[in-house]
Each structure stands twice: as C-alpha cells, then as structure tokens.
C-alpha cells in the first residue's frame, strides 16, 4: 500500500539552508521534510532516515550533487531523486537524467512547481512498484504452472521452493520418474533472482559418458578428431542463470570431480583447454537413484555427494497424494482437448475413481499419457483397458477373475451382474469413499476444513467431493 501525503518523508540535500526552510514553510502540511547541508551527510541521513524522496542540489561545497547520486546508485535500492540547482546547463540535466535522477528543476523554484514535481514522481514510483508487484505475482504463477495439486505433501513441496529458490545453495531434487523433478528445477529458478537468465538442462543419463564432458564443459579447437572449431559446454551457455543436471546419479565418476571443481570454485577447464573460465551459475540436481547406495558402492563420490545436497526436495509420488488426481485430470484435459481441437471436457465420478484407486507406478506423466490418449479417443471407457494393460492394479481388494465363471454382484448405481472391470472397480471406491466422507462430516457437525484435516485431503478436493457424491447435512 501506497504511503498517504502526511507520511511521505523527504529528504532536502543542499548547501543553501534556505532551500529547506522554504519547502518547509510551504509544505510541511503535507510532506516531512528532513535535511541535509553536504552530501557526505546527505548519505548517510539515506540510511538512517529512509526517506520516500530525495531533493539533491547539483553545486555544493566537497562532493557534488552528481557524485552523491553516483554513491546511491551503488547501494541495493535508493529512493527517487529530483534534482535541483541554479545551473541549469543542458549537460549538467543530460548527467542527472543518465545517472537515473527523475526529474530536473531550476532554481528559483515556486513552491507549488516543487509539490507538483513531488507528485508526479512519487505517482510514478507508486505505478512502477504497482507493476512489479504484479509482475512478480505472475511469475510466481507461472512458476508454479505445471505443479497442479493442493494436497499436504503439495503445499510441503511448494513451501521449501518458495524459501529457497531466491538463494544460492545447491538442491538436490529426489524422486521417482514423473513426479516432476524438471517442473521443480524450473520452479526454482523462474521463483530465483535469476529467472530472467537461462535454464539451461541436461540429462546425464541421456548422454553417453565419453561425450558428457564435453557438452557440459565445451572443447577446445583440435581437441579431439572432429573438433574443428571452439565450442561453448553447457555451463558456460547457463552464466548468471541455472544448469539443471537431471538424473545426476548416472554421471561417470571422473567426471563428478570436475562437477566439484565447479561447484567449490565457480570454474573449469574445457576439454583440450588450458585457461580456467569462471561462470557464474547455479545449479540445481535430481536423480530417481539411491545415491546413498553409489557412496557405499563408490559410484558416487561422497564429497560431491554432501556439496550437492545443500538442501534436499523430496518430491511426492502420485500414490501419496491420490486428492490431487481430480485436479490433474481436469488440466490435463483441458490442456489436450485444446491441443488437439477436442471437446472433452469432465470425466465421470466412476471413472475418476477408478484413477484415483489406481497405482500409478509411472507417476504424474503416465496419468498425462492415459488422459491424452482419452482425448485424442474422444473415450472415456478405455480407462480400464489402459489400466489393464499397465500390468497394475488399483490399491483395492482382490476382485474375481474375469475369465472365471460369472458371478452375480450388485453394484449401487450400476447393472446387476455387470462383470466390467470399471464399474465394479469404481463402484466400490465410490460407495466406500462416500460412506467415510459421510461420517466424518457427520462428526465434524459439517465443519468441511476439520472434516478435510481428518480425511488428509485439501479442502478444495473435499468440496469436490461433497458435490460429486450429492451429499448434504440434511442426509
């Protein structure tokens, strides 16, 4: 929130002490002005008064108004400057305007010329922390696009992104396949200082051993045959950004005390090369290996080991977080049905139980695979067979063979004797889920936020759930 007129402090940096008692006189209802004889004092009186503005005479006695302006714009942030002087020369206004001063005025001034200038640049300076903010809400957002889910382990995830991604330290993404460690690394780095340089990855895995050195560290002409010209690696293409080094476990272990080098000194040799180049990188790791078993097995270097894992994120498998199914189908298919010009919009409360029991070995990007191919299909019905096909089954009760001879079963809502692996299936979950979500809600006299912290799912997804199982208080 904007600061009101009465609280807007200004600092007066001039030699003249009638210049601030003027602006006092004439002024003082509406801002506070402090003031300042030199600019050494002026300077310091920045850091202890913390003014919203400063009126900075050009000539003074010792340093100058363009000096001091040079000093302030060393520190991490200053306040606006309107410049003021009786030389109102077109070079001395060319200087001000170039060192970031917001405004330029001549002496003798009329005090409601001064209260105009004042707030106009205070509007402006209001209008740009406006956007900024905005700005920097948007790109949190964005950041945060591919990680649908408000589930516990979610929020858990999103708060260690959030108080770390603005520092330096090295993390070391774990989990298994899918789960999103690329939407992670890439989190970190939009939520980071850095956002605005590049993300550069890597797969050490996807790259063979003899030419991983090379990619992440360049070569030099004459290298080896085949090497015709300088070429830049990856880590000098990622200065002042961030280089993801996916699946770091696979990463040979002659090349892991390199990787070290870089890390404890910001710099490396390239392949054929003989001058160090220094760069500027942060770097975030991930691996679905047990590096722990690559310390005891020597795989893994220990001292690298303990320099990447500055701060751990543990991401979530699907299976420990089944409430966040419903929301990722619903952006899965609204992503794929624009994508392929489709007009699938929901799938029914049977078949998102039937995911929801599901097992989910290959995580967030096979459900993104089933939903595409139900998309593209324009068919919800081949859940099953896609499930059956996976070679899992849901996290449910043995059901009977399908093969053997049919068995007579009543299933609320659906056809007796129906043998359909699907609705058998997603009928048991829904009569089970919707009997607990009763009872609970029962317990908690309709208190849904209790009722969700009871349950271990989000509140949204309780909601869901209420409305998709057509319960109510009066029932």
């Known amino acids: 929130m904007a600061k009101t007129k009465e609280k807007v402090k200004i600092l007066v940096i001039d030699d003249d002490p009638k210049v601030s008692w003027i602006l006092t006189e004439g002024l003082s209802s509406k801002f506070n002005f402090v003031s300042a004889r030199d600019g050494i004092e002026g300077i310091q009186m920045v850091s202890t008064e913390k003014p919203d503005l400063i009126l900075l005479d050009i000539k003074m006695a010792g340093m100058s108004g363009l000096e001091v302006l040079e000093k302030l714009n060393k520190a991490e942030s200053r306040p606006e400057v309107i410049m003021v002087s009786g030389h109102g020369e077109t070079q001395y206004v060319v200087d001000s305007i170039k060192l970031g001063a917001a405004e330029f005025v001549n002496k003798p001034f009329d005090v409601q010329e001064i209260e105009i200038h004042i707030n106009g640049v205070l509007e402006r300076s209001h209008l740009r922390r406006e956007v900024k903010e905005l700005r920097t809400k948007l790109e949190g957002e964005n950041a945060y696009a591919g990680f649908i889910g408000d589930s516990g382990p979610m929020l858990k995830v999103k708060s260690i992104i959030e108080q770390v991604a603005d520092s330096e330290l090295t993390v070391l993404i774990r989990g298994e ?11 970190l780095h939009e939520l980071s200082r850095r956002a605005s340089q590049p993300f550069i990855k890597v797969n050490c895995a996807a790259i063979p051993h003899d030419l991983l050195e090379a990619e992440l560290f360049g070569y030099e002409k004459g290298a ?22 996916d ?68 991401l979530p498998t ?30 029914s409360a049977e078949v998102i139980n039937l995911l929801v029991a599901f097992n989910w070995p290959g995580n967030v990007r096979q459900l993104e695979n089933m939903i595409k191919q139900v998309v593209v299909r324009d068919d919800e019905t081949i859940i099953g067979d896609l499930i059956a096909a996976s070679g899992q089954q849901p996290s449910l009760p043995a059901m009977p063979n399908p093969h053997s001879a049919p068995v007579a079963v009543s299933v609320p809502g659906g056809e007796e004797g129906s043998l359909s692996l699907k609705s058998r299936i997603g009928s048991i979950v829904a009569r089970e889920e919707r009997k607990l979500i009763g009872e609970v809600l029962n317990k908690t006299n309709w208190n849904r936020r209790k009722a969700a912290e009871i349950l271990e799912i989000s509140y949204r997804s309780l909601l869901y759930k209420i409305k998709d199982y057509n319960l109510n208080s009066a029932k």
């Open 177 to 187: 396949s899918g789960t999103g460690k690329e939407i992670a690394a890439r989190s």
């Open 224 to 245: 080896f045959t085949g090497a015709h010209k300088n070429k830049q690696g990856r880590f000098e293409l990622a200065d002042k950004g961030t280089i993801f080094l």
């Open 247 to 314: 699946e770091i476990g696979d990463m040979p272990l002659e090349l892991q005390a390199k990787l070290l080098q870089v890390l404890e000194q910001q710099e490396f040799v390239r392949v054929g090369g003989i001058h160090n180049i220094h760069v500027d990188v942060r770097i975030i790791c991930a691996t679905n290996r047990d590096l722990e078993s690559g310390l005891r097995e020597r795989t893994f270097r220990d001292d690298l080991f303990y320099r990447l894992n500055e701060i751990t994120l543990p």
């Open 318 to 347: 699907l299976r420990e977080r089944p409430e966040d199914i419903p929301l990722l189908v619903n952006h899965f298919l609204e992503k794929y049905s624009n994508v392929y010009g489709k007009s699938l919009t929901h799938l």
